[in-house]
T-cell receptor, first 114, second 114 residues
Framework: KAGVTQTPRYLIKTRGQQVTLSCSPI?????VSWYQQTPGQGLQFLFE???????NKGNFPGRFSGRQFSNSRSEMNVSTLELGDSALYLC?????????????FGQGTRLTVV | AQSVAQPEDQVNVAEGNPLTVKCTYS??????LFWYVQYPNRGLQFLLK??????LVKGSYGFEAEFNKSQTSFHLKKPSALVSDSALYFC????????????FGAGTRLFVKA
């Protein structure tokens, strides 16, 4: 069974540009969550999608947005990039079930803003 | 609101010695607690979880964790550390507001010296 796949693995963008990151969950998983990981802030929750609907949202500015498609694949978009957006962006999927189910993480997309 | 604290940025231990990585939590209601490990340039891997039942939970790679409700702690332990255990460890709690939103601690870097 294939794991969570994130593309691209590495990305370099310039300030002011926008970027789209992609996440393909494990087959059968309908929940996809996104996290931002930085050395100073640790893992911060961005948002969660379930059946194409945003179910939870973290405390990030509106420049950060996401969506989920009918096949459960998800994308997140960051517009007007800032230097502080440089981070490892992690996607996690969860199988159908109750909240005690653990999440399965992808390897992440490392975004560098210059 | 749920929160997790990992009081140690770094833990150093000699190979063969027991290790403990500390975690305390704050939740309303019964917690769903998790431990994840992250190796360099990789996503997070699930180690173990506490949902209910026995306070001692066994997980992957010989790790275990002890849930202590009175001390609101969920410390990760291993009887005999390996050099290959060197990694970044995250304690996490499931947000009980619905969905799979997870709150992570800041992480503890474990160094195991040969």
């Amino acid at each position: 069974k294939a794991g969570v796949t994130q593309t691209p693995r590495y990305l370099i963008k310039t300030r002011g540009q926008q970027v789209t990151l992609s996440c393909s969950p494990i087959s059968g998983h309908r929940s996809v969550s996104w996290y931002q990981q930085t050395p100073g802030q640790g893992l911060q929750f961005l948002f969660e999608y379930f059946s194409e609907t945003q179910r939870n949202k973290g405390n990030f500015p509106g420049r950060f947005s996401g969506r989920q498609f009918s096949n459960s694949r998800s994308e997140m978009n960051v517009s007007t990039l800032e230097l502080g957006d440089s981070a490892l962006y992690l996607c996690a999927s969860s199988p159908p079930g109750a909240q005690e189910t653990e999440a399965f993480f992808g390897q992440g997309t490392r975004l560098t803003v210059v | 609101a749920q929160s997790v604290a990992q009081p140690e940025d770094q833990v150093n231990v000699a190979e063969g010695n027991p290790l403990t990585v500390k975690c305390t939590y704050s939740v309303s209601g019964n917690p769903y607690l998790f431990w994840y490990v992250q190796y360099p340039n990789r996503g997070l891997q699930f180690l173990l979880k506490y949902i209910t039942g026995d306070n001692l939970v066994k997980g992957s790679y010989g790790f275990e964790a002890e849930f202590n409700k009175s001390q609101t702690s969920f410390h990760l332990k291993k009887p005999s550390a390996l050099v290959s255990d060197s990694a970044l460890y995250f304690c996490a709690v499931r947000d009980m507001g619905g969905g799979f939103k997870t709150i992570f601690g800041a992480g503890t870097r474990l160094f195991v010296k040969a």
